[in-house]
């Protein structure tokens, strides 16, 4: 609309389009969730409210794009917004954060925001074969379970065993998963494989389309989010 | 730290460091705010409420990225995130989109935010020229100005003129500014030169370096934000 | 080497590795190919010695450039030059140059090369799917078909027929290509399909992967240029 | 022209432009030139007729591509071919060849061409800064200064001084230019500084953008290549 001479400035702006006929992942991450988890009293090493929490955010975004085929990736035939990095990113990540920020005090009840607020980031990444986003899928599972079974150990340390965090830190240096496994086992009596799924492997929201005779609704409704294992 | 063989997949992920030596303009837009401002009331044409909580939200954003020196500007010199893209778009629009949601009830008490919620996109512009920067800031302001003057003649054939929507769209169908001016000016009495200057040329959050000599707080204070003409 | 204050000038070289798991097709295209046909008195409209000569150029560069599997098309898995788009198309460029420039004289032995000399430029544009590399190569066998019809029948028009260029262009204009068919059969006497297939269709090069019991030399060897249908 | 089902393949050729308002730098290098330069018998440590060709094609791509201001610099304001980074790069880089194949008789008589040809490969860089491309320029004429006087200490070691290649290259592991200087004097009475400009400095050719009431010629001149210190 602002017809003017300044407008030129337009051409500054460069495509970043996503290359079609592939699967764009878009992951988003928390910044500095460390240091908020510990402010707002978050149960180590896990708590069920705050990923509940994260969840019901993910499925406000796949309620409101219905191109996300997985909690985050655009299918290979996507062209929302052009396939253009930036808008699709950008969305997700707002959307994400606005929902955080609505539901929280609906599953942290106790816990009144102030600054520094939950925010962040976001990068799409393009994935050219089904094997490749499989792949993706299972690296982020293994990634789950590696910080999941050392935050296990670290906590039962610190919580049942009584020792400072920097401790705990150098006892769990240079220790293999078997070793985790046999700390929790031995000294705590926990077998780390009772531990609930969602905790061992994250979960993933999927678009379930079910045949077009059976669903009644015009939008595709989303699964309950669940653990799955890949 | 996940060191299994699916860790391949991190090769997928392209490089967006932005060019060295250029100014980076992150440009933050509202998504689907006719409707929402419909919905939750807003003023029109302009909500000084709405407009100090989006100054408020850009504030706090300057305050938790000291690398910017406008809202939203990075200094060509910036290094953070190594000028990676993603990560300047989403950290800027993440953190804003937080604020805004944080700062709402205090801004807007009566309005109780339900679906849809307030969400921004973005993106990430690089300016070689100083030149090229302030006739950003220009066009942008060029913008603000033409499309303040629509809507406040629009919404003055609507409210006080008693159109209906359809009928002063086609009333102004056509018309260059100076109709705008005459319309608003015999018809309805308003003199647009005395309109506020916010609403004529929008408001820029700049980092106002003092001298350090009178600087007292390690971080430099932001300024006020005002409206201030390029 | 130089390890000087100017040596930071290098960060200003952005990375532009091409998409893993992609197959690479750079496309070389004649510059001022035209112009450049007169000049050296190509037979219209098609010099067998021509295409003989950019086939024998081809097949110097598919030397040369063992990860090429088609002219010039890169294996998904391809990683030379870390998938450099620059690196990898000027590099073929500069190599089909040489050759072509090299092998002119064996195959247009009246020609006498001068300035404008033959030159050329590529691109590299990458397809994820399988089925998008074959649809590239009906492309650009459905190109050569359609351009291949309009020149016969330019130049039979214009050779055969006796009429100016202009003329030739005015005749051609809005035909389709049963027209064509029916000009060059009923005024010529020519039938379209008993046109050489290497007119019709282009010629493709690939890599003869051989049984390593049958192939002796360690490098495999080139298959011989020859039209292909895809 | 191939309007067929398969040309949506074109929509997967991504956008290269490079961004406005910055100094485009093509940076050409010979491939394999050590192995080459020995095979065609070049003088070491400089060949003063290969030079000359260098500078010979070099000019003739200025000729051919008058938006270039130096070799290989384009205009912050040039606008060629969309300034698409694979178009200008291929487009010198092919231009450069075909001129260095074409020239080569003329220069270098006696030495055949066969396989391998001269190829080259090159890339473009933004500079976003006048300084920037100054920068640029000095770093590389450092960059021939160093490789100069060490190939100039290398070759007298071996030429006069009667050594083994390995041997020369041991001997000068760890010298720094003072030790080189003083090899070159005190050992084959050689004073550097005295060597030619073209081998210190490299060479650089501008345009020269005569008056245009002197200016006879509708196409500007290029001035002759010269030795130019930055």
Redesign the interface.
């Known amino acids: 609309?602002?017809n003017?001479k300044?407008?030129?400035?337009?051409?500054?702006?460069?495509?970043?389009?996503l290359?079609?006929?592939?699967w764009i992942v878009v992951r988003v991450d928390g910044?500095g969730f460390s240091k908020l988890t510990t402010k707002y009293h978050f149960t180590k090493p896990n708590d069920k409210r705050a990923l509940d929490l994260m969840n019901a955010a993910a499925r406000?975004v796949m309620s409101?794009l219905p191109d996300l085929v997985i909690a985050f990736v655009f299918h290979?035939d996507c062209t929302l917004f052009e396939r253009?990095?930036?808008?699709l990113?950008?969305?997700i990540?707002?959307?994400?954060?606005?929902?955080y920020?609505?539901y929280w005090p609906e599953y942290l009840p106790d816990e009144k925001?102030s600054?520094?607020?939950?925010?962040?980031?976001?990068?799409?990444?393009?994935?050219?074969?089904d094997e490749?986003l499989r792949?993706?899928m299972?690296?982020r599972q293994?990634?789950c379970?590696?910080?999941n079974l050392y935050n296990t150990t670290f906590w039962a340390l610190v919580q049942q065993g009584g020792m400072e965090p920097r401790a705990a830190e150098q006892a769990l240096a240079g220790t293999v998963s078997s070793d985790k496994n046999e700390i929790l086992f031995s000294r705590f009596g926990i077998n780390y494989n009772n531990e609930p799924e969602i905790f061992k492997k994250g979960s993933v929201l999927y678009r379930d389309y079910a045949p077009s005779s059976i669903q009644s609704s015009p939008t595709p409704e989303l699964a309950h989010p669940k653990p799955r294992q890949i």
Chains 1, 2, 3, 4 share one sequence.
């Open positions: 609309m602002a003017s300044f407008e030129y400035v337009r051409a500054f702006e460069q495509p970043d389009n290359l079609a006929n592939t910044r406000r409101e290979k253009r990095a930036s808008k990113t950008t969305t990540v707002s959307t994400f954060t606005a929902a920020m609505h925001l600054s520094p607020l939950p925010t962040f980031d976001g990068r799409a990444v393009c994935y050219p074969g490749n792949h993706y299972s690296w293994v990634d379970h590696i910080n």
